[in-house]
């Protein structure tokens, strides 16, 4: 893994030396982000700036520290790399700064659509889009003789010919650990079955219908074709299952399809029959059950005016055209200037093409994301039904939401 | 000791004291009765690469007007220890109305998830504190007799799980659970079912966090009874082999009750470590089958909830757990104490 980040910096660092920027900065910069490989990649290339430190803290565990690290003043960060979930933290806790001047002043390379703009002031700029679609095994797949399933249905139906031909025991794979990840799940589904979290234009939740049962069924059934451990299953034991070639068929982040295509603890079978397509739809409806997603920076409000500008060319330095080369364009579906989509890409294309719902960018969706992820442990161990499982999560987040003063 | 050189003495323990421990627990009762400002929300325009739409957002300005008007928040009195995630006043209340049968009573009660929580912190403490102290003064006792040359040697592995960190000692055992590891693989051979996974099921869950309990702390038992076994009156013990004492006998007339002073020190620390159990559960990823006050504050802290207020409320929870759990040991010190002078 080592190695394999130190081969990376130095792919990056032969690449910008030869088209050296200028990247000149005459204040700290620190940034804390995700660790994902688009992330590392980024990252990099903002440390190649001179003049000044430019330092990095890419953990998965970015979201327990930005907000605290970013409160103070001056702030520890004075960048974070979040997502559009994240962001809203940040924001309520106000402590990023509007970019409209910085943006005027050095965002030449920008394109419109990567400004995120609340009521009109740019609070982040985006660099990379993604989303959860179907990651499948072509040669599995084959066998069965069925083409790659467009519905979730056709999943369930796939994953158990597979196992009733004897080839797999738990075809279907997924990240559905309890908390954040199974959340998400949730609310992919919960999507494709055309519910809404919220009653119009309030904070108070109205996930206890039809939709959210159905969307609790359906996943439940997912899970008798999963590894029985599914629940303590993150994004990465999910992939490292597939990378040790016990699943055909999952719901994968496109920004994690690049290192299931690496032969590093998988087998060439594996890798050279690791397919996408676009994400999978539920219960005969048309949205696609994924969210979109972007990933993009922040400039920390509490630091001086100095360290926001050095920040913020650092972090232009690290998502300029000439950082995509061979190695990086792969990792993700940049949205940077001249990105020629690759192969990798597809599943977020047809993603974002097809009408998928963007994750909501509420002030109060993170309360019902992480109710959510405490409450439906219950339901997938078949502890509770799916209706009182649901109750539960409305009553946790209305606890919750009363608390943080939205309701 | 004169009271004047007893208060200077004192002094700088006291201060410290008072600094970092009183002041912490005086900030987080504060905390625990304060909620944060109503939101001013506002619905805005918000564009990202996917298009723009209407989405609500929090007023900052005023909201921020409300925060300087009062820094604290909102006085909000008990209402979150009486709210869902804690104490659920209402929710028990409901539930015993309600009940078909006590059973029925403590499945509803189980579902809130402080009473869950209470119940596996309860459980691990009781069943993990007294294994612990038998298992620490075995392997003292084994130590103890062994040759000098090899005591060294014993000492130092019997100590490792203790100088392990817990998050790490506990991914390196889910690790070799999972029903692909080491251990995982070798139950499912001996059970011969193929399905057998310990992480699926709440019971086997529980266990292997108990397990895993008792491995980490008795390393501290054994070294404490250890030095008490250096400490053993010879005279006592030889007097009694004289008298013809089995090897249980010694250790059952003269070895424990010289320990029993220890055991009540060990059981004083492990009770209220264990009480704060919280790393095994990370480590385990078993949030969907065991929860404790310590995960929850935890949770409500991380990621995108940032609950201060009920955070400081489970803490203070916390705080008079701990205190319950130990009043019985610290009155039979007090007692002892009383009846010595």
Known sequence: MLFKKLALATAIGLVSTNAMAECEIGARVSVVGNEFPAIQAVGAAAQECTGAEVTTNLTSEHQEINVAGMSGTPAEYTSAIIANSSIVALMNEDVIRPLDDLVAKHGGDLKPNQLITIDGKVMAVAFMANAQHLVYREDVLKEIGVEPPATYEDMLAAAKMIREKGIMENPIGGAYAAGWNLAQEFNNMYIGMG???????????????????????????????????????????????WKAGNVAIMNMWGSRVGPLRETEGSSQEVVDNTAIAGPMTVGGNETPATTLWWDGWTVA????????????????NGIRPDMLNEETSPMAVWLIDGYEPTPAAEGVFDAASRNSVPYPMLPFQGLMHSALGDELGDFMQGKEDAATALADVEAAYTAKAKEGGFL | MKHKTFFWFILPTALAMLLFIALPIVSVVIQSIFTPHEQVLKVVESCDPFGCKETTSVDQEATQKLRDAKPLGQFAGLAIYRDRGH????????????????????????????YR??????????????????????IALAVNSLHRHLKGLAIFFSLLPMIVTPLIGSLILFWMVDSRGIVGTALQWLFSDPNLSLKASTGYTWIMLIVYGVWHAAPFAFVVFYAGLQTLPQDTLESSMIDGASRWQQIRYVVIPHLMPLVTFVALMQLMDNFRVFEPIVGFNAQAHATSLSWIIFNDLGGETRALSSAATTSVLTIMGVAI?????????????????
């Open chain 2, 117 to 138: 929580a209470m119940g596996f912190t309860l459980t691990f403490t009781f069943v993990v504190t007294p294994l612990l102290i038998v298992f620490g003064f075995v």
């Open chain 2, 325 to 341: 759990l130990l009043s019985p040991v610290l009155i039979r010190t007090w007692h002892d104490f009383k009846v010595k002078h």
């Open chain 1, 195 to 241: 519910g809404e979290f919220f009653k119009q234009g309030t904070a108070e939740p109205s996930i206890n219908n039809e939709a959210g049962v159905a969307a609790l069924e359906m996943m439940k059934s997912l899970s008798e074709y999963m590894n029985p451990d599914f629940l303590t299953h993150d994004s990465n034991a999910t992939s490292a299952e």
């Open chain 1, 301 to 316: 409000k509490n630091i001086s005016d100095e360290e926001a500008e050095a920040t913020f060319i650092a972090m232009m």
């Open chain 2, 87 to 114: 104490l659920a006043v209402d929710e028990v209340k409901a539930a015993w109305q309600t009940r078909e049968g006590l059973k029925d009573f403590f499945k509803t009660i189980n579902n809130l998830p402080f």
